[in-house]
């Protein structure tokens, strides 16, 4: 176990020791006796020297006396944990009150709007998946046969696929043919649109479209986006029993245009639609592809580089969308498992995070860098429902994610949430062997404790974290969000918050609270849950 001590009380109270404990009320769960129907107040004592994280477990109550015995200097926060997937706790619902004990009056951050990420990954205006239709009985393919093969300089027409019937007229500027693979051999297409290509005013060059095939797909083991991506979440097509679905051994295409015909100003670096895959689906390519964002993929300040900013984050987009491809068929089409937005967003953000070192390096291209400047100011919002409007879900995910992979294994937590074929926080749950409640409260422990450096337990999110699978190394950087602009939203007692469903609220009580004895009352709302954090 990962846990340094757990004690479960007995009596009228408890002291704790140690980096993470779990306490209980008056009553324990353990007991014989269950606590009487009139019985409202548990009582809890809990000693402060250390770093502590206290699970507070309220059992039925619906007020907890805590007493303190402060014995080092410690900051001190509570976070609230609304456990419910669908109500809110109203702010009258809960409170905070103490008979010899002053409330920090100052936040440690700004409390923020949300500032905006610039980018995306999923057009607003995709249409719905494709209805899939079962073959036989014995489950014979009448999907269409392989495409044809085709050579750069060919032409074709591509549904753009926005909420429209529109065409781009495109051309073939790359074939990377016949790549050995895991998977077996692999063809790879990249199209620019027409009015992209620089000999038609676009932006895009050859030497661009070279650099992203090159870092997609080549000869060569674990030393490129298809291996790193293949090797954690398995093939991206094959076989299915579906009569309208393409057969096996299709090409990759990548298609290069101004996804929404906004120019270098646009936010959505790229996206897949699982209807290209389809034989029937009405703006179909029936093509195994995805769209990248041409303008943003040739922005640079000065000369255009490999190693600028833009192409940083639009190599690491190709493991999102390739996420995204591999989903569908792995999931969708050979499972029956289709995984809920948000859990699909964040696999596709956890390979952006797991590739970011492996293409060059560093970790400059990884999400921490800019979804936690977002995620920082919207920490109060839901987990496990995605808005397709704004990037605020893509925020709240990638916080939550970072801290599922270097917790629980990093390119191994990604294979296994795979392996569990679920689609929800059921998922999540049978991967870490916690309910999904307790896993919001260590994860927003780890949070308020990243810029302690701590190297073990539950809460070490501020150190390097190394995964092996089959061979292939993954590196993951240490996260500490207090080195991020904005800094965490953390709110105080006399400004309570609304608890969105499936969400934490942060609250610091004191800073550098002084040695002695507190009494502090919490009146809890229904499915709320605290969590105290020292440090």
Request: proline share 3%; aromatic share 12%.
């Amino acid at each position: 176990m990962k846990l340094s001590r757990v004690f479960f009380a007995f009596g009228l109270s408890l002291t704790l020791y140690g980096c993470f404990s779990t306490i209980t009320g008056l009553f324990d769960s353990s007991s014989s006796s269950s606590p009487p129907a009139s019985t409202t107040v548990g009582e809890y004592s809990v000693v402060i020297d250390e770093t502590e994280v206290v699970l507070v477990d309220k059992k039925s109550y619906t007020s907890l006396n805590l007493q303190l015995r402060v014995q080092a200097k410690k900051s001190l926060y509570f976070i609230f944990t609304n456990t419910s997937s669908s109500s809110t706790v109203d702010k009258g619902s809960y409170s905070v009150s103490s008979d010899n004990f002053s409330f920090s009056t100052n936040v440690s951050s700004s409390v923020l709007e949300a500032n905006v990420s610039k980018y995306k990954f999923t057009s607003p205006n995709l249409p719905a998946p494709p209805k899939l239709l079962k073959g036989s009985a014995n489950n014979t393919i009448f999907a269409s046969t392989l495409r044809s093969s085709v050579s750069e300089g060919d032409a074709d027409n591509f549904y753009e696929v926005s909420g429209t019937s529109q065409t781009l007229e495109s051309t073939c500027r790359r074939v990377v043919s016949d790549v050995s693979t895991d998977n077996g051999n692999k063809t790879l297409n990249i199209w620019v649109a027409d009015n992209c290509w620089h000999a038609n005013n676009g932006s895009i060059t050859q030497e661009m479209v070279d650099s992203m095939a090159n870092i997609f797909l080549k000869e060569g083991s674990d030393n490129d986006i298809y291996d790193w991506v293949t090797n954690i979440c398995g093939e991206e097509w094959g076989s299915s029993g579906y009569s309208n679905m393409l057969s096996s051994g299709q090409p990759i295409d990548i298609l290069l245009c101004d996804i929404e015909n906004d120019g270098d100003n646009g936010n959505t670096l790229g996206y897949f639609w699982s209807g290209n895959n389809s034989t029937t689906e009405e703006n179909s390519n029936q093509r195994i592809m995805f769209y990248m964002d041409a303008p943003i993929y040739a922005s640079a300040e000065g000369t255009w580089s490999v190693t600028g900013p833009n192409q940083r984050e639009q190599f690491t987009t190709l493991a999102h969308e390739f996420q995204h491809m591999i989903n569908y068929y792995q999931n969708t089409i050979k499972n029956d498992v289709e995984q809920e937005t948000w859990l699909d967003e964040l696999l596709a953000m956890s390979m952006e995070d797991l590739v970011a070192y492996k293409l060059y390096g560093d970790y400059n291209s990884s999400p921490y860098s800019s979804r936690f400047t977002e995620f920082n100011g919207c920490n109060f919002n839901s987990l496990g429902v995605w808005s397709s409007t704004g990037t605020v879900s893509y925020a709240m995910h990638y916080g939550f994610g970072s801290y599922l992979l270097r917790q629980y294994g990093g390119a191994k937590f990604v294979k296994r949430i795979y392996d569990s074929k679920k689609k929800s926080t059921d998922a999540v749950e049978a991967v870490t062997s916690e309910s999904f409640p307790t896993i919001m409260r260590y994860w927003g422990s780890a949070y308020l404790l990243s810029d302690q450096g701590l190297s073990n337990g539950y809460f070490a999110y501020n150190s390097f974290l190394t995964s092996t699978l089959n061979s292939m190394v993954y590196k993951l950087c240490p996260i500490n969000a207090f080195s991020i602009s904005p800094v965490p939203t953390i709110y105080v007692i006399g400004n309570l918050q609304n608890v969105n469903p499936r969400a934490n609220v942060y609250y610091k009580i004191a800073d550098n609270l002084a040695v002695g004895n507190y009494n502090i009352k919490v009146v809890l709302g229904s499915n709320l849950e605290l969590t105290i954090v020292a440090k």
